[in-house]
């Protein structure tokens, strides 16, 4: 019998590639090598899997995806995909990366604080914490982003902070000419939000073309007074 290779061989082959080809931010490599290993161990969900119980996984995780290259959209397309509230309060990713042209940020005022995440991750503390949220991931497509993470936003909002529109995060992937080449991207954002701030959010996707996966985290890290 001829002998089949797991779904996680071509992650793993994924992640070498990307590592090797030095896509990879120098300063969140860390945090990519915990992101694999933490897959490694993981592995792709079964059937019974209680995270996945009535979400099927099967052929998302037998497709072997390359990670999206860097490609144009439209901005009236992008402009179509903004909410009414949300016109002035709308943070646009693009295959994964932040794109400040296509955002508009102007209806947020002073206390939304945003910086690019390799630039965060400088700071003891926050690579620390992504460091321990990678190494003790219990979600597998989580543990993926981790391993590929290279762009990504941390977002600091003050205590008491209140904002009168909700925040729009649009995530936009230009797909794959090809449907036997799909592709992938793994945005991350990371906001932080002090004692009694309030923060509304709205996560929307939307792709040029077909064949993509976006596998994007976001995390709430609620910071409190000590």
Not at 17 to 46: C, E, T, W, Y
Not at 138 to 161: L, Q, Y
Request: include cysteine; charge should be negative.
């Amino acid at each position: 019998m001829e002998k089949t290779e797991s779904p996680e061989t071509a992650v793993l082959a994924l992640h070498e590639k990307f590592m090797g080809a030095d896509q990879a931010r120098a300063s969140l490599r860390p945090v990519n090598q915990a992101g694999i290993d933490r897959f490694a161990v993981l592995k792709f969900p079964h059937k019974k899997h209680e995270m996945y119980t009535f979400v099927n996984t099967h052929e998302l995780a037998h497709t072997s995806f390359e990670l999206v290259a860097d490609s144009p959209v439209d901005t009236a397309w992008v402009q179509n995909k903004i909410y009414p509230a949300c016109k002035n309060s709308v943070m646009v990713f693009v295959n994964g990366a932040y794109q400040e042209n296509l955002s508009d940020l102007s209806g947020l005022g002073d206390s939304f604080k945003i910086q690019c995440l390799s630039e965060a991750v400088t700071d003891d503390e926050i690579k620390q914490a992504l460091l321990d949220c990678a190494e003790n991931e219990n979600d597998v497509f989580a543990a993926i982003n981790s391993a590929f993470v290279h762009h990504g936003v941390w977002i600091d909002i003050p205590a008491k902070a209140t904002f009168a529109s909700p925040v729009q995060f649009l995530y936009i992937s230009t797909g794959s000419a090809s449907a036997s080449a799909p592709v992938t991207s793994h945005p991350r954002l990371i906001v932080r939000l002090g004692e009694t701030a309030e923060l509304k959010a709205v996560v929307t996707y939307a792709g040029t073309r077909e064949n993509y996966f976006v596998n994007a985290v976001n995390d709430l890290d609620r910071k409190s007074v000590v």
